[in-house]
């Protein structure tokens, strides 16, 4: 199997990092000056949160999280390739993380119900645990 199939979902939700970037901007650029308020007041997140409409500051929330398991998804991505241990279902399980990412995006940024952006969250999650199983046990 070609070891950089591994990198292409990895490449996939850095791409969705950087759109969530990107509309978190374009709701919340818009959102400030339609406030009326001195830029000054939006000191730190925080302020940010009190300050604008939740729907506002669902992208940003969301942007936090692809920084905790998507961080550990691009270690281990990572650590697939370079050890050439990458295997089929590595690869299924990374599409997987990515497919349920963007839907767990897609409604966190948008209609956040929760219950639904949990469940997509959950299967992502058990994917990347499905991978890091694979390499633990690969590895002994």
Aim: with cysteine; charged share 10%.
């Amino acid at each position: 199997m070609n070891s950089l199939a591994i990198l292409q979902p990895m490449l996939g939700v850095m791409v969705l990092t950087a759109v969530v970037w990107f509309v978190m901007y374009a709701r919340r650029i818009p959102a400030m000056q339609g406030a009326r308020k001195p830029v000054q007041v939006y000191t730190t997140p925080d302020k940010v949160v009190e300050l604008l409409p939740d729907e506002v500051n669902y992208p940003a929330h969301n942007l936090k999280n692809l920084f905790e398991l998507p961080v550990l998804f691009y270690a281990l991505c990572l650590y697939l390739f370079v050890t050439g241990t990458a295997q089929q279902p590595d690869v299924i399980a990374a599409w997987v993380f990515l497919v349920f990412r963007v839907l767990h995006s897609a409604i966190h940024c948008t209609v956040n119900i929760v219950m639904a952006r949990f469940a997509t969250y959950c299967v992502a999650a058990l994917a990347l645990w499905f991978m890091l199983a694979r390499a633990v046990l690969g590895a002994f």
